[in-house]
């Protein structure tokens, strides 16, 4: 799949979003991120459960119409997600 092209899903056309391309420079500010404040390679890493897994495929599903920047955080609300939003925003 081409960056900008329309592709076909459900028998109508949707517009694709052109992706950025990656940044290979280094990025040397006071904000950027450094391995040892995100725990190394282990601090980007998170294990999802099957259960995890299998909602998150039905909250794709229920939102697939939707273009990305249009789900809200309501439309992923869920128990069964609740701990790793926490443990993701609070580590």
Do not use: C
Not at 24 to 41: C, D, F, L, V
Request: glycine content about 4%.
């Amino acid at each position: 799949m081409e960056h900008g092209v329309t592709r076909e899903r459900n028998g109508s056309e949707e517009s694709m979003i052109s992706m950025n391309e990656p940044h290979h420079q280094t990025i040397n500010y006071p904000e950027a991120w450094i391995s040892e404040q995100i725990r190394g390679k282990a601090g980007t890493q998170y294990i999802l459960s099957a259960k995890q897994l299998m909602v998150i495929d039905d909250l794709l599903d229920k939102t697939s119409y939707l273009l990305p920047q249009q789900v809200t955080q309501v439309q992923f609300d869920h128990p069964a997600l609740q701990s790793l939003i926490e443990e993701l925003l609070h580590p």
